[in-house]
């Protein structure tokens, strides 16, 4: 009965190698489309963005009966323009209103960038796991020809425990990183978007409004 459970253990973990190669090598592609994502996102969207924030909020203040030309020309991100657009569409409504239009497009604003990293996040997590899986399944067999004398076997399998561990590796570093700049790029984004949402609320609607 042991015996037969054994059996089965290793036939079934022996299986698992082709679909655990076949995860490896998807991480690794997308590790690699996400570096080129970042890229086009560092010298596309990024790169446009050239707001002066605390400028920005000065000009709002000043001239608060022109916000629409002040937003259209601030050098925002397209999706910010068009948060804040929304805002400003709505002035005249209860403060109490406003201030839930604007929690609703902050909070999709930050459900849009948890999706994004949400991504790199589970290849970083995934990575380790099946790189270690890797490398364990192959060495059953190479310990069995260790057994048997034979040494192109053992050495077959310890070259694939090694290479599933560096792709299992390597692919999780990368999107680690990628993950940590954006998160940075994203933090700044929310915090300039809260930023300028207060300064337009107090302007619309300020705290005695109803």
């Known amino acids: 009965m042991d015996l037969s459970l054994a059996t089965i253990l290793h036939t079934a973990g022996q299986g698992l190698r082709t679909p655990c190669l076949l995860i490896l090598l998807l991480l690794i592609l997308i590790s690699v489309w996400q570096i080129g994502d970042l890229l086009v996102e560092a010298f596309t969207e990024r790169r446009r963005l050239k707001a002066d924030?605390?400028?920005l909020l000065r000009k709002i203040h000043s001239e608060h009966d022109s916000l629409e030309d002040l937003i259209?020309?601030?050098g925002l991100l397209k999706r910010q323009k068009?948060?804040?657009l929304q805002m400003v569409s709505v002035a005249g409504m209860p403060r109490a209103s406003m201030i839930a239009?604007?929690?609703?497009?902050l909070a999709s604003e930050e459900q849009r960038y948890d999706k994004t990293t949400g991504i790199t996040d589970m290849v970083a997590k995934l990575g380790p796991m099946f790189g270690l899986m890797g490398?364990?399944?192959?060495?059953?067999?190479?310990?069995?020809?260790l057994g048997q004398g034979d040494t192109a076997s053992l050495a077959a399998s310890l070259g694939l425990a090694f290479d599933t561990t560096i792709a299992?590796?390597?692919?999780?570093?990368?999107?680690v990183v990628i993950s940590h700049i954006r998160r940075k790029w994203y933090e700044d984004y929310m915090v300039s978007m809260e930023s300028i949402?207060?300064?337009i609320?107090?302007?619309v609607a300020p705290d005695g409004q109803k």
């Open 168 to 175: 299992g590796l390597i692919s999780a570093a990368v999107c």
């Open 201 to 203: 609320l107090e302007e």
């Open 197 to 199: 949402m207060d300064c």
């Open 101 to 105: 239009l604007a929690q609703r497009l």
């Open 53 to 55: 924030i605390p400028a």
């Open 135 to 145: 490398t364990l399944i192959p060495l059953g067999p190479g310990i069995v020809a």
């Open 72 to 74: 259209e020309n601030s």
């Open 82 to 84: 068009q948060d804040l």
